[in-house]
């Protein structure tokens, strides 16, 4: 089993920053892409930005410039800093993990609990 422990959401004011952490744990063979997704009230969860292994991103159009994903591969952690907050990014964030539990078998799936982050304008 694999679990993944978020921090680092809060309340800040519009133009603020926060960084958020995503810790994974457990027994498995490789983690392979990491990712934050967000989900506002009656919205969607949507896509912030996916890192590869290798370090390769890929951010939302809407974070691009603002937000950067970044990893610790030897802690098996993921990170968001997010610069320049507007109202709209107003949401719980998610860490996504693509995990390879045993070597030579199938990818799973896993989600961190999520946390809240709320700008205020």
């Known amino acids: 089993q694999v679990q993944l422990v978020e921090s680092g959401g809060g309340l800040v004011q519009a133009g603020g920053s926060l960084r958020l952490s995503c810790a994974a744990s457990g027994r498995f063979f490789s983690i392979n892409v990491m990712g934050w997704y967000r989900q506002a009230p009656g919205k969607q969860r949507e896509l912030v930005a996916v890192?590869?292994?290798?370090?390769?991103?890929n951010h939302a159009d809407s974070v691009k410039g603002r937000f950067t994903i970044s990893r610790d591969n030897v802690k098996t952690t993921v990170y968001l800093q997010m610069n320049s907050l507007r109202p709209e990014d107003t949401a719980v964030y998610y860490c996504?993990?693509?995990?390879?539990?045993?070597?030579?078998?199938?990818?799973?799936?896993?989600w961190g609990q999520g946390t809240q982050v709320t700008v205020s304008s």
């Open positions: 996504n993990a693509r995990v390879t539990v045993v070597a030579g078998l199938n990818e799973y799936n896993y």
């Open positions: 890192i590869t292994r290798g370090g390769s991103t």
